[in-house]
């Protein structure tokens, strides 16, 4: 019986220690997701910079709309460059969001068996079952 306790009270240390280890995850996952939606809109707002300063005309001379081309050359260049930056922090939020995932399974996996086994030394306290009463005196009564 002190075994059964012994491995109940290991397994619920256990337990605790994943689910810190899930609540760390948790806030890494969130983390990358928060620097994820801040990529995506940066890169949202650099494609329509980039778009605006292409479509815009009226240059006075050539001078001018070469300046014109050449900065919104460069705004392409920082849009292409914040795409890819969320693209690869889209795939590391995605492996953030599997690594809590897994945290969650690996909790939950020792709190059932730390519940099957305070089930187990739970069953072992309960009395037998005595069965039926032996009746006492004739079967008249």
Do not use: C, N, W
Not at 15 to 26: F, G, M, S
Not at 52 to 66: E, I
Not at 85 to 105: P, W
Request: overall charge positive; glycine content about 8%; proline content about 1%.
């Amino acid at each position: 019986m002190k075994a059964e306790r012994t491995r109940l009270k290991r397994l619920q240390r256990l337990e605790r220690v994943r689910d810190i280890a899930k609540q760390t995850a948790a806030a890494e996952a969130a983390q990358a997701e928060s620097t994820l939606a801040q990529l995506e809109a940066l890169a949202d707002r650099t494609r329509q910079l980039a778009a605006d300063y292409a479509s815009r005309g009226g240059a006075a001379d050539g001078a001018a709309l070469r300046q014109l081309s050449s900065f919104a050359g460069g705004l392409q260049k920082i849009h292409a460059t914040t795409t890819s930056d969320a693209d690869r922090a889209r795939l590391f939020a995605d492996g953030k969001m599997a690594a809590l995932a897994a945290a969650e399974r690996r909790r939950a996996a020792v709190g059932d068996r730390a519940d099957k086994q305070a089930r187990v030394i739970a069953e072992g306290r309960e009395s037998p079952a005595l069965g039926t009463r032996k009746g006492f005196g004739t079967g008249l009564e």
